[in-house]
């Protein structure tokens, strides 16, 4: 759908103006800032059953990995989570606990975790849930023709794993199959990441009857994967448009409770109309785009929850590439962008705190850190991180021998050559193009060439697979992290991270993440200062530049009996019922 530019480039243009000037954070004096409720109630009379209908605000249709084992892109995930399940709840700050499918017990002396299934369970095509069904997804995940992104330090941990992986054995020893419903797993570590959701801890269980006789190398692109998909949780896949929408139907055999809805419908929705799709009464449930929040924040049909995310958004910087064979980045030291400086006079140069005031209302803060804020005890919130500095990012250029030559207004490289850096943002949004163009003008205005790569921005499959793949073609790019349940970074920004898409490494950050990781770290003070000890390197070194901490918005319609979007709410799908026959309109 096309997109309307005008009234954000307008913002945009605005917000470079007066940049030398004054710093726009301004705009919004201390606590003008929005606050919103975590859930909602609504009074009425439920009608019988209906169908939620949950747009999925997105530019880019459903890539359509619809499991948990291979999925790599967010759309997806909304379609996961309402037919399958994780193995583990926790609570409020994604500590692990027995409020989920599986019961678990930590064992850090002898470095093991016991889970606990429960009897009676159906998948959807009515076969048993059984305890082989959280075995199989290690032989998977650790299988050398394993085509997803998966393994990494939380599986090679597990005992065995990497002879498994290595072709040297056939089994994995650190899994101890107790019987039909109990697993005791056995660690070569064990860290206090472990106790967080996604934390270290294979939360993954999946219909071994159906997946064993699939050969693993061709499992992504199979229909277990991609369009009959079977899982156990509260609606069952009905039907499939590919890219577009999934149907669901009530799964009356849940093991929490048959939910009251008859079904819900998941539909891509553009985020250009999403305002007007829900103040239509089109959909019940929405996430919403701050950068539009002005249209939406007096809306007469639908309620607004938010909170604080657990994601940040970042520019990042192409300094090497993975090794496969290895499992590693291979950091390259002879790429212009592996100038600390230069790296850190990009930093400088932009006004994050201009851009969360003007483009986001407020509802977008500049980051201090690589930990965002939500772990507020990880989170060092003393750790200043970059402001809007620009005099002191043409100071960091010049010392480091970065100084325009020529006079054409753009600085060469230390040895005297000129270069234009290559920056890729993805599409999205009415904010997308003029926040990149922002971003462009602003690292122009201490001399440094930049451009969009191909002269435009991305499709987001298409941006993280040339990203993932560190292409030529990328210098620098913008990204975003949701950081799941752990604040531990190693997992985003560690040497054997396939998700440490910069590919920095170094030996200093080796060890840092090694206190987060050590049994020392069980002690709460010593893991709050290696936390504060990692930021504080890695924000220096800067190979990703943290910009954005954001809340999260999500619309619900009036219709809606309750919703509650706190995370580790305890809110079930037979409480959640419908007061109309269809979505309320403004």
Do not use: C
Not at 380 to 388: F, I, K, L, P
């Amino acid at each position: 759908m096309k997109k309307t530019l005008l009234k954000p480039m307008s913002a945009v243009l605005a917000l470079l103006s007066v940049i030398p000037n004054i710093n726009l954070a301004s705009v919004l004096a201390e606590g003008d800032a929005p606050t919103f409720s975590t859930d909602v109630k609504h009074e009425g009379e439920a009608i019988e059953g209906g169908i939620l209908k949950q747009a999925l605000v997105s530019d880019t249709t459903f890539p359509g990995v619809f499991n948990n084992m291979y999925y790599s892109s967010n759309p997806d995930t909304a379609v996961i989570n309402l037919f399958a399940e994780s193995l583990f709840g926790y609570d409020e700050n994604f500590t692990i606990d027995n409020s989920g499918f599986a019961d678990v017990e930590f064992n850090k002396d002898d470095k093991t975790v016991k889970i606990t299934i429960p009897e009676g369970v159906k998948w959807h095509d009515g076969e048993d849930v059984t305890i082989d069904d959280v075995i199989y997804p290690y032989y998977v995940v650790g299988n050398k023709d394993y085509t997803g992104i998966r393994y990494g330090e939380d599986f090679m941990n597990v005992e065995g794993m990497e002879e498994y992986h290595n072709g040297d054995a056939e089994e994995i020893s650190g899994l101890e199959r107790v019987d039909d419903y109990t697993l005791v797993v056995h660690y070569k570590t064990f860290s206090n990441s472990m106790l967080q959701a996604g934390g270290g801890v294979s939360a993954y269980i999946e219909p071994e009857h159906i997946f064993k006789d699939i050969p693993i190398a061709e499992q992504e692109d199979s229909d277990a994967v991609r369009s009959n998909l079977v899982g156990f949780g509260p609606f069952k896949v009905d039907k499939i448009t590919p890219g577009e929408a999934v149907t669901f139907v009530r799964n009356d055999d849940y093991y929490r409770g048959a939910p009251a809805l008859d079904g819900v419908t998941v539909e891509i929705v553009n985020p250009s109309t999403i305002i007007q799709e829900m103040k239509a009464g089109n959909y019940d449930i929405a996430s919403l785009p701050a950068d539009q929040y002005e249209t939406f924040k007096d809306a007469k049909n639908f309620d607004v929850l938010g909170q604080v995310s657990n994601a940040y958004t970042y520019i990042g910087f192409n300094l090497g590439t993975w090794d496969e064979e290895k499992g590693e980045v291979v950091y390259d030291d002879t790429k212009l962008t592996a100038n600390k400086a230069l790296r850190q006079a990009m930093a400088y140069a932009m006004d994050n705190d201009a851009v969360g005031a003007e483009f986001y209302h407020g509802l977008r803060m500049n980051a201090n850190s690589h930990i965002p804020s939500f772990f507020k005890d990880y989170n060092n919130a003393d750790q200043e991180g970059y402001h809007y500095d620009p005099e002191k990012a043409k100071q960091l250029l010049a010392d480091a021998g970065f100084v325009d030559k020529n006079g054409d207004g753009f600085i060469e490289d230390p040895d005297g050559n000129e270069f234009t850096l290559h920056f890729a943002s993805m599409s999205g949004g009415e904010t997308a193009e003029p926040l990149a163009q922002y971003y462009i003008q602003a690292w122009q205005q201490v001399g440094i060439k930049v451009e969009l790569t191909d002269g435009k921005l991305m499709e987001m499959n298409s941006f993280y697979e040339r990203v993932e793949a560190n292409d030529e073609g990328i210098d620098v790019y913008q990204g975003a992290w949701g950081t799941g349940g752990d604040p531990n970074p190693t997992g985003l920004w560690g040497r054997n991270s396939p998700f440490n898409y910069t590919r920095f490494a170094s030996e200093e950050n080796d060890k840092l993440l090694a206190a987060i990781n050590s049994d020392e770290a069980f002690d709460k003070d010593f893991r709050v200062k290696a936390f504060n000890d990692w930021q504080a390197y890695f924000i220096d070194e800067v190979p990703a530049i943290p910009t954005l901490f954001r809340q999260e918005l999500t619309a619900v319609n009036k219709r809606v009996s309750q919703y509650d979007i706190k995370t580790g709410s305890d809110l079930e799908w037979s409480e959640i019922k419908l007061l109309s026959d269809k979505p309320q309109a403004e």
